[in-house]
């Protein structure tokens, strides 16, 4: 348990906080609309879905709210700068902004389903209440009319027999608005599905931006003002005495004709100012993509991956970091993420990308059709944006395990690493690195050995042998592959990569992993980093939980992983 507070507890405290928030939200209103006597001759005509319908309403204007902050990347990025002398704990929990928007999605579902439904019953109760239904108090209090000369305000808003729950939702502000507003999240919820997602996500991408029209029907669904309350009136209006005899309304003193009037729409004053700093984060976005950017170098790598080294006037960077991208010529709404596998020591910065759906494809062609000494397509960038990534050198020893193409922030790292050795800069904090990169083809290592050759040279001529331990895993093999290795076995290099350090086949043992990092640092923080599926996420965090040690003096692991 104490293992698992140091590397979870902040999260879970944030998540018991924001859960908390929701509970006392849902039922103080719950408990407001049920109990409150300004309410009373509404509940006659609604009952119980009242209180279910309002409850909800609250939780999601506090949840509307939050919804867009967590994707407001810059905002991001300038809050991770300021919370450096916060400690490494806070800066966590805003790599996993996408997991706390995701949250906050799933509740504004739950509780746009509740508010619905609840909804639907108040439309066709207010129709059986005008129809004499449900007694002559209910009858009463529908058929007050909206006269100014007899001081009488209407609560049913249904003003005619002839008027259905149908037509009412269709023909009414908050009716439409809601229609909108549930279509339009639907269609945003469906399609944000891992499956549409990592096959479609064109579909995602566009549908997602239904947002907008969802946030323009919340501002003006409260407009219709249709839930109402009971004003004070002179004489007032006496509940518990009246209710029993309405018929004698406005005829005795006790009694004036009850007045209604809708509540003041609130919805806005909680999303106006996420929607403010959002807007303020596409314009920043548009003005990026003004800003010329040039191509320093188009590399096509094997296996697919396309390599573009490219320079933008101002463009700084740090390691681990990732930008925006986006072509005009293949769409000129999509941008897509993609991680910097150069230095912040470079003069130009570079990203690498693997042939993954229709818009990389696209791109892949595009590049590969140029004529020799062509210039690649206009490409506009936003960013850079940061990542966990950035807290590398902020350990005494890290741990970096890429998956596939995940390897790109760590391409980063180690090729910062070359150049602070290489510049001797006396700031580097870091004692050691063990780098772990898992690919399924054997080709994929080509792209990346190379800078490992140069790192092993290095190393080796300033006597760190032991500073960097990298273990290339090849998890996907024929028979061919494991008899080369078998006749080439007494060869001095590696027949994959080239390299001292000689491929392994199959997946790294964990267990035996962290054992070892521990053993060999056994007074030390060590930060693991992951660019990588959510599997080896899941079994990651659990080995940094079950290898950490609560005793300071010894060894500690804290987990990290990169999320666009």
Known sequence: MSNWIINQGLSAFILVVWMGINIFLFVYYYLFYDLGPQFEYTRELLGSALPWARAPAAVLNFNCMLILLPVCRNLLSLLRGSFICCGRSMRKQLDKNLTFHKLVAYMIALMTAVHTVAHLLNADWYTNSFQGRYGPLASKLSMLGDSRELNTTYLNPIRSNSTTPTIFVFTTIAGLTGVVITLALILIITSSMEVIRRSYFEVFWYTHHLFIIFFAGLVFHGAGRIVRSQQVTNPPHNNSFCKDQPENWGKIPECPVPQFAGGFPQTWM????????????????????MQPVSYRKIVIRPSKVLELQLVKPGFKMEVGQYVFLNCPAISQLEWHPFTMTSA??????????RSVGDWTEKLIKMVENLPEGGQGPKMAVDGPFGTASEDVFDYEVSMLVGAGIGVTPFASILKSIWYKFKDSDPKLRTKRIYFYWLCRETYAFEWFADLLQVLEKDMEERGMRDFLTYKLYLTGWDQSHVNHAMVHFDKDTDIITGLKQKTHYGRPNWDREFEQVRQENPSSVVGTFLCGPQALAKDLEKKCVRYSDVDPRKTTFYFNKENF
């Open 344 to 353: 912040p020591e470079e003069d130009f910065f570079s990203v690498h990308i």
């Open 270 to 289: 909680w999303v106006i100012g996420p929607m403010i700093i959002y807007l303020c984060e596409r314009l920043l976005r548009f003005i990026r993509y």
